[in-house]
């Protein structure tokens, strides 16, 4: 189950804020630079003549070569050679983050936004302080999550702009109640639970699963045969849930903090879902009082909500009409089976 306000699968998180954004920076439209490639013949006729002109085409222009990506044992690699399976491993995901790229590029243009360094340096230094409180840490968990999600240079910065254009767009609409606090601050103070999950599609291979955990076999096993959620790879484990914490559905947090730590729990139906839940162990809350930790939560509370905002605009920009693939590789990763 991803966290609502986590992933795109939805995030609904029943907060609403509401602060006085940051002084507008500077706006100036940009215009897209337009290429005009080709050539011009000119030809000149004397005024008093009537002969016709033919101009003869010039030879026929052969396709450039595929280009040379790699080099194993003097042997070229083009990128055609790859091109199909490269389509198919992330093409579908390169061509949506394009589609909502230029999407945004337009919006910015109509209201007049300008992303400059400093917008991605703030945007760098954010994904770093969320990753870690110590910054070396954080560094070198930034370092490994660019490296296990591709984002190289081009990638990366692409993504600090976007992430710097929504967050520029929602500012207005942020709210922040009190509720969004104290659920902000009992996410970092509260007590937090380790818990598995395994999610199928009905009542019957629910009970299957569960009679397969009563005779025997690991939780785990059975969550990576059997569960539908994105935490099947990991044994159906997730992240630590908090009681306040509203990425997680409130029928969810009531389940993992009524349950006793081993114990598996009866098949519950949540989000279209029915889920097998087994709490593993809890993390206590730290001590820290509500009005000790008031500064953090907020801007903790204001990160959250902005990520929601965020993610609803970007699914609004996003084309009406689905991506058409029409290479059968790129189709491949655009329609992922479900």
């Known amino acids: ?64 070569p595929p280009r040379p990506i790699a080099m194993v044992d003097r042997e070229r690699i083009t990128i055609a050679d790859v091109e199909p399976e490269l389509l198919e491993a992330i093409g579908g995901r390169i061509v949506q983050e394009h589609v909502l790229d230029v999407t945004l590029a337009r919006t910015a243009a109509r209201e007049g936004m300008v992303i400059d360094a400093a917008d991605l340096n703030r945007e760098r230094a954010m994904l770093v302080a969320n990753l870690a409180e110590d910054p070396d840490r954080g560094e070198r968990l930034l370092e490994e999550l660019r490296r296990s999600q591709g984002l190289g240079p081009i990638r990366f910065e692409a993504l600090l702009r976007r992430t710097a254009l929504l967050r520029r767009l929602v500012a207005e609409d942020v709210e922040i109640t009190d ?36 005779a025997g076999t690991p939780f785990a096993t059975v969550a990576v045969e059997s569960s539908l959620d994105a935490s099947a790879a990991r044994g159906g484990l997730l992240a630590p849930v908090s009681r306040l914490d509203p990425s ?91």
Request: with cysteine; charged share 25%.
């Open 179 to 214: 509720t969004a606090r104290r659920g902000a601050h009992d996410l970092r103070h509260g007590p937090r639970r380790t818990t598995r999950i395994i999610a199928v599609g009905d009542l019957r291979t629910a009970a299957e699963a569960r009679a397969r955990i009563a």
């Open 248 to 338: 997680w559905p409130a029928a969810f947090r009531k389940i993992v903090f009524q349950a006793l730590f081993g114990d598996l729990s009866d098949p519950v139906q949540i989000d279209g879902r029915v889920l097998l839940v087994q709490v593993e162990s809890e993390q206590p809350a730290t001590g820290v009082t509500f009005e000790a930790g008031r500064e953090i939560a907020e801007a903790d509370a204001r990160l959250a909500v902005e990520r929601l905002l965020m993610d609803r605009l970007a699914r609004r920009l996003m084309p009406k009409g689905r991506v058409e693939a029409l290479d059968p590789s790129l189709r491949w990763s655009l329609s992922p089976i479900e």
């Open 1 to 64: 189950m991803s966290p609502e306000h986590g992933t795109l699968d939805g995030m609904t998180v029943p907060l609403t804020f509401r602060t006085s954004p940051n002084p507008p920076a500077s706006r100036r439209g940009f215009r897209p630079g337009i290429l005009i490639a080709g050539s011009l013949q000119f030809v000149l006729l004397g005024c008093q003549t009537s002969s016709d002109v033919r101009v003869s085409p010039g030879p026929a222009m052969a396709p450039p």
